[in-house]
């Protein structure tokens, strides 16, 4: 149960991470004869098809607007490194203490800490991704606002950092029983 | 096998789940409020690019969701200690509702003021006095979150109250 806990822990924190940053998904509402975005997470997707259009009016805008797709990438980055840092963590327990206190409760805090990070980077990559689209455009239109609209980038991307600290504050937390023969 | 834990096997699991809950959730209203008023913040800057400094306002308010979110998910997890405490299910529930408490109030009033502050930054650009307007009224948006976090503290600080027995 415990081992359960921490395989679907670290899974998840990498695998919801990267889908912040990656993955689209397009629904269509039939009955408007506009297309709708209704769902699609992934920050890069928002901010590269955003910048690529701005930019065919507009070309100085691509090598600045970078930054917003790596704000982006950071994100998924958070992931891999929270994933390597809770499999460090893993630890085989004899049967014999598979339903011990201590290793569910180290369980249940990799299990927690992998939820954390990866539900907060998905939103994180998602906040950043649309503001960095909405970056491009104005950048487009007025190369004075590109700094600004930086600024707040910056606080959204401080939203993923917050996921990494408390998942690090918890993952601090398993403590696997002693071997014990 | 004789353990030191002391309380209910299962208990940290409702225990680290509220943790969660409280950061994740109060993460989706910041990024949702920063996201919203973003959007607003640079579409207004093309026309007016001297407001947008004093328009990053929105944005402001909404990262402090974040941070109300941390500290309950901060206090939670360093509660969570069947070494030296013992964890009974009615600490693990203590938290569970403390860290709900804290993360949906504060994916509410994310989304209150995204669309707040969109709406009012666009606005101020057109009407210089209405700044002060939409100050007020993402006030009173903060304050969902701000009774959010009160009850999350009153909740986790009932985790120490079970008895054995």
């Known amino acids: 149960m415990s081992g359960a806990s921490t395989m679907m822990g670290v899974s998840s924190g990498s695998l919801v991470a990267s889908s912040g940053a990656d993955l689209t998904v397009y629904i269509f509402r039939r009955r408007n004869r506009h297309r709708h975005r209704r769902f699609s997470p992934g920050g890069i997707y928002i901010t590269g098809s955003s910048l690529i259009g701005a930019a065919i009016k507009a070309p100085r805008i691509t090598s600045k607007n970078l930054i917003s797709v ?56 998602l906040c950043v991704g649309i503001i960095g689209s909405s970056c491009a455009l104005s950048d487009a239109q007025n190369s004075s606002l590109f700094v600004k609209i930086l600024v707040i980038e910056i606080f959204g991307s401080a939203l993923g950092l917050f996921g990494v600290i408390v998942g690090i504050i918890m993952s601090a937390q398993a403590a696997w029983p002693s071997k014990i023969a | 096998m004789s353990s030191t834990f002391g309380g209910d096997e299962t208990a940290p699991f409702f225990g680290f789940l509220g943790a969660a809950a409280a950061l994740v959730f109060s993460c989706m209203g910041a990024a949702y409020g920063t996201a919203k ?17 004093k328009s990053i306002v929105p944005v402001v308010m909404a990262g402090v969701l974040g941070i109300y979110g941390l500290i309950i998910a901060v206090i939670i997890s360093t509660g969570i200690n069947p070494k030296a405490k013992s964890y009974y299910l009615f600490d693990g529930y203590a938290h569970l509702s403390s860290g709900l ?37 993402l006030i009173f948006a903060e304050a969902l979150a701000l009774y959010g976090l009160i009850v999350g503290i009153i909740l986790s600080s009932r985790a120490g109250q079970s008895r054995a027995e």
């Open chain 2, 101 to 137: 408490a804290c993360g949906l109030a504060g994916l509410s009033a994310g989304m209150a003021i995204g669309i707040v502050g969109d709406a009012g930054v666009r606005a101020n650009a057109q009407q210089p006095k209405l700044f002060v307007g939409m100050i007020l009224i």
């Open chain 1, 70 to 125: 790596i704000f982006c990438e950071a994100v998924a980055i958070y992931g891999v490194i929270v994933a390597i840092i809770l499999q460090t963590k893993l630890e085989s327990v004899p049967t014999s203490q598979i339903y011990a206190p201590e290793s569910l409760r180290a369980g249940y805090a990799i299990f927690a800490s992998g939820i954390i990070v990866g539900f907060a980077n998905l939103v994180c990559g």
């Open chain 2, 37 to 53: 008023s973003g959007v607003g913040v640079a579409s207004m800057g093309v026309m007016r690019p001297e407001l947008v400094m």
